[in-house]
């Protein structure tokens, strides 16, 4: 499983991730998605731990802690929702007729 990691800093860098989660246990992946048109972060993660009993303590230790200037939000990453992940009709909508 995943956590979620809300309201970065956008100066923030997978190493920095890295390191402060390495407090927890062994981390397995951080994605830091960035945005297309800049190549800048977009002000969340996505962290893979090695073991998902330190999930609880890493969400109580650190959801509303400050770091590089912003409250973090911490929580369990939630599976992506087939409407959100692009199911191939650009919007999500129906076609009614021509």
Same mark, same amino acid.
Do not use: C, H
């Given at each position: 499983?995943?956590?979620?990691? /809300?309201?970065?800093?956008? *100066?923030?860098?997978? =190493?920095?991730? %890295?390191?402060?989660?390495? !407090?927890?246990? &062994? ?15 977009? /002000?969340?993660?996505?962290? *893979?731990?090695?073991? =998902?009993?330190? %999930?609880?303590?890493?969400? !109580?230790?650190? &959801? ?35």
């Amino acid at each position: 499983m995943s956590l979620y990691v /809300g309201n970065l800093s956008y *100066d923030v860098t997978r =190493e920095d991730l %890295e390191q402060v989660f390495a !407090e927890y246990g &062994d981390v397995k992946r951080v994605s830091l998605p960035t945005d297309r048109e800049t190549g800048r972060p977009r /002000g969340f993660a996505f962290i *893979d731990m090695a073991a =998902e009993a330190q %999930e609880d303590t890493i969400i !109580e230790s650190l &959801d509303g802690a400050e770091w590089m200037g912003r409250e973090m939000r911490v929580n369990k990453a939630r599976p992506r929702d087939d409407a959100r992940s692009g199911s191939g009709n650009g919007g999500n909508y129906r076609r009614t007729g021509f």
